[in-house]
């Protein structure tokens, strides 16, 4: 239990000073490993089950950033399918969020937002 409190600790702290999305996405997988090997041994432990809605979140939010990201530079190189599909997969992910908050409704906004300009402006840098 405790080594599963101390990975995901480890992972909070590793996935803050990176700076490449792939990079915390990978040691967001590691972490989220480690608790589900946990929560085999303790499967109705609280600690565990919280931990790991977090992780699944935090996992969620990072593939949406990534998704944006890759839309955004298809975008900008002209590449108007590539583009939507990206933003199509994050809205996707964004509908999938549990709770139906402020912040993820404005989330959603913005990426259909740019998903409109792509579609419309074939293409032009989105900011």
Known sequence: ????????QEFTQI??????????LERLKQ???VVETALEAYPT?????????A???SERSLEISR???NAEAA???????AATENYEKALDLIEGLEGADANRAAIADKVAEAL???RTLGGEKIS
């Open 116 to 118: 409109h300009k792509v």
């Open 55 to 57: 992780l699944i979140a």
């Open 31 to 33: 972490t989220l490993t």
């Open 1 to 8: 239990m405790k080594w599963a409190e101390l990975e995901t």
């Open 45 to 53: 432990e609280k600690d565990l089950l919280e931990s790991k809605r």
């Open 75 to 81: 975008a900008e190189g002209g590449d108007i399918d």
């Open 15 to 24: 996935a803050v000073g990176r700076d490449r999305i792939e990079d915390k």
């Open 67 to 69: 998704l944006v990201e």
